[in-house]
């Protein structure tokens, strides 16, 4: 438990000196026009109060990720709250904050094109693709699994159960991506952001009252994942793989630039951006606890399961055992909400994309429809293989979680480029020192991994190395000989 605190108190020291660091490099105008209040469309440049901007952005980003991927990540031990905690403060939150904040400061302009504007027009050309290609995976897969939470709590949980409820989720997707944003999204989100704040706070007074005998940095920070499936995962890079939203998400920079249309002012980015993953921070790392205890500290047998459980599993049977029916009711609506709402924003960024690259002005509902029919039919085919196949959700899961980190490298060299570019010497560094570590992570591990080329875990180390000392001479080559000066 000693780790924990410790780890939750790094995260507010965190937001407090290396958040304001952060801000003051960036340098907001409190004077500067937003796009919300400059061009104010009615439709998805909004200007909306900061507190629903922050719970709208919290739950966006959150999805089932920071409980979750938290939840398989604690079982390499403490070395997930160093994870949560270095990867927060130093690259996630960084990650969210600038490419909100060039957003802002570029009329509001989509991830793809900040990543064109930095890195140049081919690779924009690809991110274009690469970001669609994501979104409509996030819309995919976070539809069948709280579908199935719903079948079985409301429902008998037979697959008809479940097919009900993901026609449901679907109908809702449609209108929530069609309707100005502040209709829905802007009205219901913060509710479901206090359900899911409730369920971490719940968690954490649980955790409190039992104060359990849970893995501390001090006792080492090996994987303890034999016992529980995962003999054979090194630390690096699978963990950083696993537990990515909670720490470093490519995902966030598409739903940073999605809420930078709605800020009024400047100032607010800090704690809107960075501030939002320092709680799903939080939030992580109170799930990482308790999973500790359920894997091993006895939290299995007092409520009835075993140390193989899943994630969900988990989730549904801890909040039971602490929470009573209510609270669980309550706690559930959280892990519901979070997957859907992710999802539906995840769509309505690929439409904003799309419009963008046709030049589609989105005011008239006519022209939404134009994108939204198609991109629906896509992510329909997705999800249809998802449930034929037996294996389907898990397959798509894992590519998504790669595709994700991947994103979040191409995001994280586009702000390099933005600081070298516009704010000095060494300011760069930043985010430099996440781009080349994330980079080292997303290649070594489709290096290594089963459903990459499958090399062996042992060379991970070497081929770390030799990306991390192929990124740092690319980069240096590019910045004393290829820039513009």
């Given at each position: 438990m000693y780790s924990y605190l410790i780890s939750m108190l790094a995260l507010v020291l965190g937001y407090i000196f290396y958040g304001k660091f952060v801000q003051k490099i960036f340098g907001p105008d409190s004077e500067r026009l937003t796009p919300a209040v400059a061009i104010n469309d009615g439709v998805d440049y909004v200007p909306m109060p900061v507190w629903k901007v922050f719970m709208v952005q919290f739950l966006n980003i959150a999805g089932t990720g920071p409980i979750f991927g938290a939840i398989m990540g604690a079982k390499f031990g403490p070395s997930c709250y160093l994870w949560v905690v270095f990867g927060c403060i130093f690259a996630g939150a960084v990650h969210d904050y600038l490419s909100g904040m060039v957003s802002i400061r570029n009329g509001g302009i989509d991830l793809p094109t900040i990543v064109g504007r930095y890195l140049g027009k081919t690779t924009r050309a690809v991110m274009l693709t690469f970001c669609v290609v994501l979104l409509v995976l996030v819309g995919a897969v976070f539809v069948y699994s709280p579908a199935s939470i719903l079948g079985d709590l409301l429902g008998d949980g037979s697959f008809n159960a479940v097919m009900i409820w993901v026609g449901v989720i679907i109908v809702y997707y449609v209108l929530a991506t069609l309707v100005p944003i502040d209709k829905i999204i802007g009205k219901i989100y913060p509710l479901f952001a206090f359900a899911l704040i409730f369920m971490a706070i719940a968690m954490m007074v649980g955790l409190f009252v039992k104060w359990p005998v849970i893995p501390e940095f001090w006792q080492g920070l090996g994987n303890r994942g034999p016992s529980v499936g995962l003999n054979g995962q090194s630390i690096f890079p699978c963990l950083c793989?696993?537990?990515?939203?909670?720490?470093?998400?490519?995902?966030?920079?598409?739903?940073?630039?999605?809420?930078?249309?709605?800020?009024?002012?400047?100032?607010?980015?800090?704690?809107?951006?960075?501030?939002?993953?320092?709680?799903?921070?939080?939030?992580?790392?109170?799930?990482?606890?308790?999973?500790?205890?359920?894997?091993?500290?006895?939290?299995?047998?007092?409520?009835?399961?075993?140390?193989?459980?899943?994630?969900?599993?988990?989730?549904?049977?801890?909040?039971?055992?602490?929470?009573?029916?209510?609270?669980?009711?309550?706690?559930?609506?959280?892990?519901?909400?979070?997957?859907?709402?992710?999802?539906?924003?995840?769509?309505?960024s690929a439409r904003l994309i799309i419009a963008d690259v046709f030049k589609y002005d989105q005011k008239p509902i006519s022209n939404r429809l134009r994108i939204v029919i198609p991109l629906?039919?896509?992510?329909?085919?997705?999800?249809?293989?998802?449930?034929?196949?037996?294996?389907?959700?898990?397959?798509?899961?894992?590519y998504f979680a790669l595709a994700n980190q991947a994103l979040s490298c191409f995001t994280l060299w586009a702000l390099t480029s933005f600081l070298v570019k516009e704010r000095g010497k060494f300011a760069y560094l930043i985010t430099f020192i996440p781009a080349v570590f994330m980079t080292t992570v997303c290649i070594t591990y489709i290096s290594t991994a089963k459903i990459g080329f499958n090399l062996p875990m042992g060379w991970s180390g070497w081929i770390a190395a030799i990306v991390s000392c192929a990124s740092i001479a690319l980069f240096y080559s590019w910045y004393c000989f290829g820039r513009k000066k």
């Open positions: 793989i696993t537990v990515a939203c909670g720490a470093i998400s490519g995902f966030h920079a598409t739903q940073s630039t999605l809420m930078a249309r709605c800020l009024t002012n400047e100032k607010l980015g800090r704690p809107v951006f960075y501030g939002t993953v320092i709680v799903e921070g939080m939030v992580a790392l109170t799930w990482a606890a308790v999973a500790s205890y359920f894997f091993f500290d006895g939290g299995a047998e007092e409520v009835g399961s075993t140390m193989s459980a899943a994630a969900p599993k988990v989730v549904s049977d801890v909040s039971r055992a602490w929470l009573g029916v209510a609270g669980s009711v309550l706690a559930l609506l959280g892990v519901v909400a979070a997957p859907i709402t992710s999802g539906d924003t995840a769509l309505r629906f039919a896509v992510t329909a085919l997705i999800l249809w293989f998802n449930i034929a196949n037996e294996d389907g959700f898990n397959i798509i899961w894992r």
